[in-house]
């Protein structure tokens, strides 16, 4: 495959070249600049305006994604993926991993956050009802979905095409289940209980972590409708597994993250 293709970008190992990184990473400086306003809104700066800026650097950020993961693995615009190169597999596999430790990184900001609440009065009286059947049946939902991607990589690595798909749909829906079960938690919470970001320094730390993992599926979840349309469109050819092999890294990641956050959110709250 020629190193230069119709995308314009230049995709030899040493000097793949690509405008999808920056306009990524501009969405997520506006994501998080309007999201940690709003948090501090009050009476001198109105929240609207901050989430409005949040909003669009949450839509710029989905788009940069969605393009570079387009242009990075998918070169050939028939649809069909190619072989990487052992060196290529071994570069984004790693990026992946080292992407994964810096978003620990911002996710344990998150429970460092948490843990000051923690060691103050406990527990708070803006605290709702927090165990119920929608987070049990939202992490059954999570749990299944890293199940179904790691039997579709497999599916796929054993030759079995149709069975790939099908887990690869099946595991895009259940994301889509997820983050309708968020939702609609989270208007539960508002209209039923009254519970709103405003609420207090627990409200904060609750919609500001599990907003970000939401935000972090909503991610995954298009990157997997990504992989979905090549996968029905005929592409992973023997080997060209790269960006199946990454994505699902992201997705075990995902659901890794909402477990300990489960634990430590949900039931260390109500029962610490």
Same mark, same amino acid.
């Given at each position: 495959m020629d190193a230069t293709d119709a995308t314009g970008g230049?995709?030899?190992?040493?000097?793949?070249?690509?405008?999808?990184?920056?306009?990524?990473?501009?969405?997520?400086?506006?994501?998080?600049?309007?999201?940690?306003?709003?948090?501090?809104?009050?009476?001198m700066l109105p929240r609207t305006p901050p989430l409005v800026v949040a909003a669009v650097g949450a839509v710029v950020l989905v788009g940069g994604l969605a393009g570079w993961a387009r242009e990075a693995f998918f070169p050939d615009s028939s649809g069909v993926t190619p072989a990487a190169s052992d060196d290529r597999e071994r570069l984004y596999v790693g990026g992946m991993w080292l992407f994964l430790l810096s978003d620990l990184a911002t996710f344990a900001a998150g429970f460092v956050y948490y843990a000051f609440i923690r060691s103050g009065t406990w527990p708070p009286s803006d605290l709702p009802p927090l165990l119920g059947s929608l987070v049990l049946v939202n992490t059954l939902l999570l749990?299944?979905?890293?199940?179904?991607?790691?039997?579709?990589?497999?599916?796929?690595e054993g030759g079995?095409?149709?069975?790939?798909?099908?887990?690869?749909?099946?595991?895009?829906?259940?994301?889509?289940?997820? @983050?309708?079960?968020?939702?609609?938690?989270?208007?539960?919470?508002?209209?039923?209980?009254?519970f709103t970001l405003s609420d207090g320094v627990f409200a904060s730390a609750?919609?500001?972590?599990?907003?970000?993992?939401?935000?972090?599926?909503? @991610?995954?979840v298009?990157? @997997?409708?990504? @992989?979905?349309?090549?996968?029905?469109?005929?592409?992973?050819?023997?080997?060209?597994?790269?960006?199946?092999?990454?994505?699902?890294?992201?997705?075990?990641?995902?659901?890794?993250?909402?477990?300990?956050?489960?634990?430590v959110l949900y039931v260390g709250a109500v029962v610490g």
């Open positions: 230049d995709h030899s190992l040493g000097g793949h070249t690509s405008r999808w990184p920056i306009v990524a990473a501009a969405g997520a400086a506006a994501l998080y600049v309007g999201a940690g306003l709003a948090m501090a809104a009050g009476e749990v299944t979905s890293s199940g179904t991607i790691h039997l579709a990589h497999g599916a796929l079995d095409r149709r069975r790939f798909v099908g887990l690869l749909g099946a595991t895009v829906a259940l994301g889509v289940a997820f @983050l309708i079960g968020q939702a609609f938690e989270y208007y539960e919470f508002i209209t039923a209980e009254s609750f919609y500001g972590l599990t907003g970000l993992h939401g935000l972090h599926v909503a @991610l995954g298009v990157m @997997l409708a990504v @992989l979905f349309s090549r996968a029905l469109r005929g592409g992973y050819v023997d080997g060209g597994d790269t960006s199946v092999r990454t994505v699902s890294l992201y997705w075990h990641f995902v659901d890794g993250v909402w477990l300990f956050l489960v634990a």
